[in-house]
């Protein structure tokens, strides 16, 4: 039997980092949504014990460094569980793109595993052991629109954006998140979010102060590491779109649309810029998302 899991992508609307932890991190304060770009995961019993992984992308590790095995071996050893399992990913969300495919790869390991292997443990239960496995991990366990506060542990359900179109564009090089972190000097920071504000503007679900409040301190280290990120949110925006900003560390630039017809034009118009271009809707409200499992 085979059990699938629909893992999907997240966009910040806001990412803020405070200040810097004892322990090394970043303080950090982000408004993250779910989108209709997905993985999806196929999970299959096996009697030997072990982790196999499988991959349509060739650009993922398929040993201990993907995110969706570490998932599987944690919830083996924590339970005591003996049987092994075969990971399929089927690879359509962009990788090191500031879209969170690995996290989400691995909570939707915990939500299938979960399934398969009947551990009944609750949302809760599986947000905390998202935890251990990466910051973004917990909030795609949870999925819909959250503020994440902590290191991405402390999650607050918020009301769904505006109905409305996400165009994405991809530059053809990834980026390491640690690498931005790095680089970002808390105290040189010009510019931070309003994340209050964007949370009132999603309770009034009111699109122009949504598309107006986008903002993400790490913009400014990508933006002066990349200038063809910065060009490419600049067209963005000159080709019609709402509000633009790039999602996580980067280098993914999402610009918001109000009309279909409209998102398609601006996917034309970058498709001679940026091989890797999509227009999406949010996955915002509960029925739109995934079974969550439990
Ligand atoms: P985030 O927004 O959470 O920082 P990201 O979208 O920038 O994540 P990912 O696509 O998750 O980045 O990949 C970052 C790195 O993690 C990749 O370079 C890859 O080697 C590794 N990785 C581990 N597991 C996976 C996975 N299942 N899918 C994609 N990358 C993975």
């Not at 303080?27 to 499988?54: K, S």
């Not at 349509?56 to 570490?70: I, K």
């Not at 925006?237 to 999602?247: F, I, K, P, Q």
Request: proline share 6%.
């Amino acid at each position: 039997m085979i059990y699938s899991e629909k893992a999907p992508a997240k966009i910040n609307l806001t990412l803020d980092a405070l200040h810097k932890r004892e322990d090394g991190y970043h303080e950090l304060e982000m408004i993250m949504t779910t989108i209709d770009l997905a993985d999806r995961i196929d999970l299959v019993e096996t009697d030997d014990g072990r982790i196999h992984m499988d991959s349509t992308s060739g650009l993922v590790p398929l040993d201990e460094r993907n995110l969706a095995y570490r998932a599987a071996s944690l919830l083996r050893e924590r339970f005591g569980i003996r049987q092994g399992v075969r990971i399929f990913i089927h690879k359509k969300i962009p990788v090191a793109a500031g879209l969170a495919g690995g996290s989400s790869d691995a909570a939707a390991t915990l939500r299938g595993l979960n399934r398969m292997w009947k551990l009944g443990l609750t949302l809760e239960e599986l947000v905390k052991l998202g935890a251990e496995l990466g910051s973004d991990v917990p909030y795609c366990v949870q999925m819909g629109t959250a503020l994440a506060k902590g290191r991405g542990e402390i999650l607050r359900p918020l009301p769904p954006p505006p109905p409305c179109w996400v165009v994405l564009a991809k530059p053809p090089h990834g980026i390491s998140t640690a690498d931005i972190f790095r680089r970002l000097d808390i105290d040189r920071i010009s510019a931070r979010p309003e994340t209050e504000k964007m949370i009132e503007a999603l309770s009034r679900s009111d699109y122009p102060a949504v598309c107006r409040l986008l903002g993400n301190v790490l913009e400014e280290v990508t933006l002066e590491m990349f200038p063809e990120v910065r060009r490419l949110k600049e067209r963005i925006r000159r080709y019609g779109a709402d509000g633009v900003l790039m999602s996580g560390s980067g280098p993914t630039v999402f610009g918001l649309v109000d009309r279909e017809s409209r998102a398609r034009r601006i996917v034309n118009a970058l498709r001679g810029f940026c091989r890797q271009v999509f227009a999406v809707r949010m996955l915002g409200i509960p029925e739109e998302l995934p079974a969550r499992g439990g």
